[in-house]
């Protein structure tokens, strides 16, 4: 088991929450799915900021559950830009829990998702140049 003493060093998370029992089974997991759709938004944020505008999912490149989240684990998204296109960038989405919000820190889940730079009528378009 990966634990480590904080929350990691010289990130900021990108989106925290707390999973509630409708996000989770009989046995108190959270569902992969309600994870995997705030991996996406976690993603989306850098994206959007980077494309200055909308963005859209067009690949979850990775994902992979190293551990099993609770209801009450207090989940912390940290997003970073890995690779930049010409209309598309590639995300990496690492994802720590707190053991009910007072206990260990291990890293649960990690992901890569692509999304494309998109223009009000949802075609592709060029991501801006610095």
């Given at each position: 088991?990966?634990t480590?003493?904080?929350w990691p060093?010289?990130?900021?998370?990108t989106?925290?929450?707390?999973?509630?029992?409708?996000?989770?089974?009989?046995?108190?997991?959270?569902?992969?799915?309600?994870?995997m759709?705030?991996?996406?938004?976690?993603?989306?944020i850098?994206?959007?900021?980077?494309?200055?505008?909308?963005?859209?999912?067009?690949?979850?490149?990775?994902?992979?559950?190293?551990?099993?989240?609770?209801?009450?684990?207090?989940?912390a998204?940290?997003?970073?830009?890995?690779?930049?296109?010409?209309?598309?960038v590639?995300?990496?989405?690492d994802?720590?829990?707190?053991?009910?919000?007072?206990?260990?820190?291990v890293?649960?889940?990690e992901?890569?998702?692509?999304?494309v730079?998109m223009?009000?009528?949802?075609k592709?378009?060029?991501?801006?140049?610095?």
């Amino acid at each position: 088991m990966e634990t480590l003493p904080d929350w990691p060093e010289g990130k900021h998370a990108t989106l925290r929450v707390v999973p509630m029992p409708a996000d989770a089974n009989y046995y108190g997991d959270v569902f992969g799915g309600w994870i995997m759709s705030h991996i996406d938004v976690a993603g989306a944020i850098v994206a959007a900021q980077l494309a200055q505008g909308r963005v859209g999912t067009v690949a979850v490149n990775a994902m992979q559950f190293r551990q099993p989240v609770g209801v009450g684990d207090l989940l912390a998204f940290y997003a970073e830009i890995t690779r930049v296109g010409t209309t598309s960038v590639t995300v990496r989405v690492d994802v720590f829990a707190q053991r009910r919000l007072i206990g260990d820190i291990v890293k649960v889940t990690e992901a890569t998702l692509t999304y494309v730079a998109m223009d009000e009528a949802g075609k592709k378009r060029k991501l801006p140049t610095a």
